[in-house]
Structure formats: C-alpha cells, structure tokens
C-alpha cells in the first residue's frame, strides 16, 4: 500500500479542520495527486457541504459502509469534474450520512473499528490513492484513536485559545503513545494581535512538535462560511499559502 494517510484533527470542534482538510485534498489533486477525503465525524458530519454537496441526496455514505449495505468504494464520489481539477490530479469524497437517522443509528449501535481500518486500505488499493486525508471527530474516541494509530502524519488544529491549547497537549501525548511517524500543530483563526515568530517558539517549546503553519483570521474565510473550497475560486489568496505549507510537509 504505497498511499499515505494523513489525518486531520482537533481536540475542540469549531477550529476549521474540515475546511483545512477539504482545502489540502483540492490542493493536492490541483498538483497531480490522487486524493480522497473520508469524514469520519459521523456524530457532526459536513464536508461534503464544502464540496457542494450539502443540498444533493447522496446515494452511499460510509455509514452504509459500516452498516455493511455496500463496499467502500460505492460510497466514494468523484469530484474531479465536477470541481475542474486539471492537470491529472484526482479528487474523491467518502462523505458521513447528514441524516438523523442514520446519525442516531451510528451513535447508538456503534460498528466495528476494524471495518473502518479496512475501509481505509481498501480505498487507497482500489483508487490508487496518494493521499487519504481523514477529516476526523473532534476530541478523543475510538475512531479518532484509529485514525491516528494508522495515519503517516497527523495535524492538530488549534486555535490560541486555552481550551484549544490544553486538548491539543493532551491529543499530542496520546497520539505519542500510538507512535504517530509525523505530528504537526496547525494553527488556525489567529488574531492580528500576535506575532506569528513567538506563536511559534512557544508552541514549539511547550508542545515539543513543529508547527505546520498558522493561518491568520482572514475575513475570506468568515464570509465563505463552508460554503465551498477557497483556494479553488481565490487560488491568490494568502490562505493558499498556508495550504501549501501543509502540502510541503506530506510530500
């Protein structure tokens, strides 16, 4: 399995790991890479809207993979057309079930980790991926456990926030003790009032793990509201920078 997983989280919800996540999967595609994207938050799931799929019935979702009603691979869609990914690159989606139902259904029965791991190889061996990237449920549980214990390269997103900073301490130690290869710190919605060098040093010093980037509280990204994929539309963009920092890190 040549693949890479890469794995996108936060201890809190509300930091903007899914949009970094949907950005850096249409990043990558946009420079010839095979990606897909999994939403593994199935209590709050919601990539898919940044897609442009919020208002569309989706016929599978990994909740009906889970449940075992279809392969992985049927609840795969590809977005490469549809969002005019050029230059050979490929984009696919494994989207969570939005509906309440199924989301009811999946907190009260659970499934079996071990298929979501097997969802995992088995999509990268039948899309020839490059990149799996997990968008993940924030905090810690089994499937964020999982996602980390098999990913290549895990980024936490945090924001300056106490909150924020102390989840991420304690998401940092547990994914040592998964022996994670590569962890990163991302931080997002920084406030004008900080100097990006001293966030550095001190997130550094304390957390013991680089910081990827740190993305600044840009008004492009409030008034987009995961409405779609900004660098696709604002590629000039400085938020495109910070993308290609993350980037640089998984090549």
Sequence with gaps: MSGKIISIHSFRGGTGKSNIAANLAAYAALQGKKVAVMDTDMASPGIHVIFGLGREKLKYTLNDYLRGSCDITDACIDLTSRLDIKGGGKLFLIPSSMTATDITRILREGYEVGDLKKGFTDVIKAKDLDYLIIDTHPGLDRETLL??????????????????LLGTAATLSVARKLQVPEIRIIINKKPGIYEDKAITSEVESK???????????LPLLIEVGSRFVVILRYPENEFAKNIDDIYRMIL
């Design 207 to 217: 957390f013991k793990a680089r910081v990827a980037t740190i993305i600044p509280l």
């Design 147 to 164: 996602s980390m214990a098999t990913a290549h390269y895990l980024f936490v997103v945090a924001r300056i926030d106490e909150q924020d």
